[in-house]
């Protein structure tokens, strides 16, 4: 029986909405996405923000090399790392190495071509697969050890920063010449890094959303004790999901190293890492765990590299970024609480 045959027929309010407090139906239907997508709102956000710019400051906002640099050097390192967080903060964890594998991955390219011979392809397998590794360790430090992410992921932060500032002296290095030509497909052309970011928000979107692991990855953060009774492994799920955020960090920071053509010490960092977390919260993913969407922490990457892009342009200084990331944080999560309480409302 649907259900408006279910209701009583007081119930039911004539098309146009109850008298004297109509509301227009394109409203009507606007506001209603609104309180079904969480990535409604940052949308309508991003789109907000780009219109602004691109009118206000056209010349230069809308420039052929403007573009790319907010789309490839801005947006992309924060929506790449941004998807291995979501994946970690459904699951009710956070990873705040990411960064310092970012800062690190290229260094170990460095040293395995330049210093020990090894072909230019296995160097850079190797350097993703040091993401692996240290997912693996947090990993194994958080489930197996039980101790919270939070503090792993600090303590692993401290020792790949200290690693790459005592191997690299704190002097940047040359991109290996023999890598040149594979850079550009990894991250020095123009526009491949925002490619990267498209090509794996669809991919991770698809994961999360119409495979087994996405399913489980959620209720995993929903309710872990449910979900091991249930028959899930959801210390392999956490497990997994740390290896995929360290991976996406290494990757990032090769990306960004071939397109400045410089491997620098104090790139990457906890900078780039917080910019990811606060697109995911953006977005719409919980901090709690439970739920979370990777096409909103991709528009949230969009809304803060415009920011950051735009007040640029705008000849802003960069000091008030903080506080225009920090109330946009905070509203979000108000606007999500309220969001989510309003489809709750809704289903009931």
Same mark, same amino acid.
């Given at each position: 029986?649907?259900?408006?045959?279910?209701?009583?027929?007081?119930?039911?309010?004539?098309?146009?909405?109850?008298?004297?407090?109509?509301?227009?139906?394109?409203?009507?239907?606007?506001?209603?996405?609104?309180?079904?997508?969480?990535?409604?709102?940052?949308?309508?956000?991003?789109?907000?923000?780009?219109?602004?710019?691109?009118?206000?400051?056209?010349?230069?906002?809308?420039?052929?090399?403007?573009?790319?640099?907010?789309?490839?050097?801005?947006?992309?390192?924060?929506?790449?790392?941004?998807?291995?967080?979501?994946?970690?903060?459904?699951?009710?964890?956070?990873?705040?190495?990411?960064?310092?594998?970012?800062?690190?991955?290229?260094?170990?390219?460095?040293?395995?071509?330049?210093?020990?011979?090894?072909?230019?392809?296995?160097?850079?397998?190797?350097?993703?697969?040091?993401?692996?590794?240290?997912?693996?360790?947090?990993?194994?430090?958080?489930?197996?050890?039980?101790?919270?992410?939070?503090?792993?992921?600090?303590?692993?932060?401290?020792?790949?920063?200290?690693?790459?500032?005592?191997?690299?002296?704190?002097?940047?290095?040359?991109?290996?010449?023999?890598?040149?030509?594979?850079?550009?497909?990894?991250?020095?052309?123009?526009?491949?890094?925002?490619?990267?970011?498209?090509?794996?928000?669809?991919? /991770? +979107?698809? %994961?999360?959303?119409?495979?087994?692991? $996405?399913?489980?990855?959620?209720?995993?953060? !929903?309710?872990? *004790? =449910? #979900?091991?009774?249930?028959?899930?492994?959801?210390?392999?799920?956490?497990?997994?999901?740390?290896?995929?955020?360290?991976?996406?960090?290494?990757?990032?920071?090769?990306?960004?190293?071939?397109?400045?053509?410089?491997?620098?010490?104090?790139?990457?960092?906890?900078?780039?890492? /917080? +910019?990811? %977390?606060?697109?995911?919260?953006?977005? $719409?993913?919980?901090?709690?765990?439970?739920? !979370?969407?990777? *096409? =909103? #922490?991709?528009?949230?990457?969009?809304?803060?590299?415009?920011?950051?892009?735009?007040?640029?342009?705008?000849?802003?200084?960069?000091?008030?970024?903080?506080?225009?990331?920090?109330?946009?944080?905070?509203?979000?999560?108000?606007?999500?609480?309220?969001?989510?309480?309003?489809?709750?409302?809704?289903?009931?």
């Amino acid at each position: 029986m649907s259900e408006i045959t279910e209701r009583s027929p007081q119930a039911v309010s004539p098309p146009g909405g109850p008298p004297g407090r109509s509301v227009p139906g394109p409203l009507r239907s606007a506001l209603g996405l609104l309180g079904r997508q969480r990535e409604a709102t940052v949308f309508v956000v991003a789109v907000v923000l780009l219109l602004y710019f691109g009118i206000r400051y056209n010349s230069t906002f809308v420039s052929q090399t403007n573009l790319a640099n907010l789309l490839s050097e801005t947006a992309a390192p924060i929506i790449i790392i941004a998807i291995g967080e979501v994946f970690l903060l459904i699951c009710g964890e956070i990873d705040l190495s990411a960064g310092f594998v970012f800062t690190f991955a290229p260094f170990l390219m460095h040293y395995l071509i330049d210093f020990y011979g090894v072909p230019v392809v296995a160097a850079i397998i190797i350097a993703l697969l040091f993401g692996v590794v240290v997912g693996w360790v947090n990993g194994f430090l958080t489930v197996t050890m039980g101790l919270p992410s939070f503090i792993t992921t600090l303590g692993t932060g401290f020792i790949l920063l200290g690693l790459t500032l005592t191997t690299s002296h704190a002097y940047p290095a040359t991109i290996p010449a023999s890598s040149v030509g594979i850079g550009r497909w990894i991250g020095a052309a123009p526009w491949s890094q925002f490619i990267w970011a498209l090509a794996l928000t669809a991919i /991770f +979107y698809i %994961v999360l959303t119409r495979t087994r692991w $996405g399913l489980h990855t959620i209720a995993t953060g !929903g309710n872990q *004790l =449910g #979900a091991r009774e249930s028959g899930i492994k959801t210390g392999r799920i956490k497990y997994g999901n740390f290896m995929l955020t360290s991976t996406l960090g290494a990757l990032v920071g090769l990306q960004v190293a071939f397109y400045v053509n410089t491997i620098d010490p104090s790139a990457g960092g906890y900078q780039p890492m /917080f +910019y990811a %977390v606060t697109a995911a919260v953006i977005g $719409g993913t919980a901090m709690l765990g439970g739920q !979370g969407t990777i *096409l =909103g #922490a991709f528009l949230g990457g969009i809304v803060l590299a415009t920011l950051i892009n735009g007040l640029n342009v705008a000849g802003i200084s960069a000091n008030p970024l903080n506080i225009v990331f920090g109330l946009a944080i905070l509203l979000s999560m108000i606007a999500n609480v309220r969001l989510a309480r309003l489809r709750a409302a809704g289903r009931n």
